[in-house]
């Protein structure tokens, strides 16, 4: 084996070939082998040392194998929808992506009359600029009186989303009010002009919804039962009247209207409701309120509880 020529195409950096390389190139009987009995990786290595040639079959291996992987892998992503979540039957319910943030399709509500009793400074007396409106229960008068409105309990939520993208709105602030079980409108009606029960701001929370601890409103003569908000772009907007973003009402079921009204707190509710209609209603009448009509769950003996979920 000692003398076995070089041959002269000796792939670079090989010329000091070890006994095992010699013997790779001779036959069973201890021959050299021709050239072309040698094999491919020989001939390769006329071109490519021998960790050259190795690496370019590796390098060749791992990328069919990539590509194969590759097609098999598009071809399940082709096939698998991507990942959604759950998101609501309409608009007029939140569901588990309002605290996701999804992006979902809403309405545009409609702009609706503050009416005669906002108490923003659009009409006389401002609540908004007065230590205590911000919170999240409602129900009792804040600095002079502490008076608390009775009536039938109802927690009442609205997610606010962006009409053009779906996608919730956090940090506004949204001013909502509404009159008393008499039909009596805080700060303006006679008998509670000194009240300001049934009033507050909030700011939207990371999934766009604020939530407030009220009671059932009342129905007074030639209106359907209802909430009054404003959309503020911040809460420091909201507290200085600032530009409002939008102006709308919450129109609250008749079957629940109805069954609150049976109630002895709420006289003369359930006659003023048998005069009017959603679709009469001077507000509510365009369209039925169809964006504006809540979801409202509960019974009397216990809370009521309503949501809504609004594009501006």
């Not at 959603?278 to 369209?287: P, R």
């Amino acid at each position: 084996m000692e003398g076995q020529p070089a041959d002269p195409r000796t792939p670079p950096g090989a010329g000091e070939t070890s006994t095992a390389e010699q013997e790779e190139w001779l036959d069973a009987d201890g021959n050299v082998l021709d050239e072309e009995d040698r094999g491919l990786v020989y001939d390769l290595g006329t071109l490519f040392d021998r960790r050259t040639a190795l690496g370019l079959f590796g390098a060749a291996g791992v990328g069919l194998l990539a590509a194969c992987t590759s097609g098999a892998t598009r071809t399940g992503t082709d096939q698998t929808s991507a990942p959604t979540s759950a998101t609501p039957s309409g608009s007029s319910e939140p569901t588990t992506d309002a605290s996701t943030g999804d992006a979902v399709s809403v309405t545009e509500v409609p702009d609706e009359t503050q009416g005669p009793y906002p108490a923003d400074g659009s009409n006389g007396v401002n609540v908004l600029d007065d230590s205590g409106i911000v919170r999240s229960d409602i129900r009792s008068s804040f600095g002079a009186s502490t008076t608390t409105a009775q009536g039938v309990p109802l927690t009442f939520s609205l997610t606010v989303r962006d009409a053009a993208t779906g996608l919730v709105m956090p940090g506004l602030a949204v001013y909502a009010w509404h009159c008393d079980a008499d039909g009596n409108y805080s700060l303006y009606s006679s008998g509670v002009e000194n009240e300001n029960y049934l009033r507050g701001v909030q700011e939207t929370a990371a999934d766009g919804t604020v939530t407030f601890t009220s009671i059932f409103p009342g129905c007074y003569s030639g209106r359907w039962p209802h909430i009054h908000f404003e959309v503020y772009e911040s809460l420091a907007n909201a507290t200085s009247s600032g530009r409002i973003l939008k102006t709308s009402q919450i129109a609250l079921p008749q079957e629940v209207c109805e069954a609150v009204y049976s109630q002895a707190d709420y006289p003369g509710s359930t006659r003023n409701l048998s005069g009017t209609s959603l679709t009469s209603d001077n507000v509510f009448g365009e369209d039925g309120g169809i964006t504006q009509l809540a979801t409202v769950s509960g019974d009397v003996s216990g809370d009521y509880v309503s949501t809504l979920t609004i594009g501006i």
